[in-house]
């Protein structure tokens, strides 16, 4: 019997066994299929990341829940996210049905009120973010950018060098 203080032999040796063979697929399934597997590329990628995570959890902490069917189900989600990703590289129009695109919140040290909105970022979320990147000024700001992952990246210097046009490729101004 399994209470909050003590949990017997069998069910401890279950576990010892079930986080070592779930942990050796992971391995195998990274080393087949890449890196990419663990990215956060995308919004797809977290999400494959957040159900990888549950049912590592599931085959650990449950009695009901198999090592081949975690290794089964870690595998078709892995392979899914593979083709996706494999998808929006080749073709353009899934790309475009199937991703988001990341959106300019400030440009040149000015704020882009407009697309705060459409990215549901307001502008107090902004300034956190300008603190975490050691803006001193907003002038310094060059560029400030809503992720398809939801992070926010913050392009800024001390000086006036431009930035490149190649870092906002396929971003909504």
Known sequence: MEN?????????????????????IILLYTRIFGLRTFAKMTSVDFAATIAMGSIFADVIGSTNY??????IALGVIILLQTLY?????KSSAFKKVCTNTPYLLMKDGEILHDNLSKANVSTGDLYGKLREANVIELKEVRAVVFEVTGDISVLHTAGDE????????GVTR
């Not at 203080?5 to 066994?17: D, E, P, R, S």
């Not at 990703?85 to 590289?89: A, E, K, N």
């Open 66 to 71: 198999s090592i081949v069917k975690g290794g």
């Open 162 to 169: 431009p930035l490149a046009k190649e870092l906002l490729e």
């Open 4 to 24: 909050w203080l003590y949990a017997h032999q069998t069910i401890l040796f279950k576990t010892v066994l079930s986080v070592i063979a779930i942990y050796l």
């Open 85 to 89: 990703s494999f998808f929006i590289r």
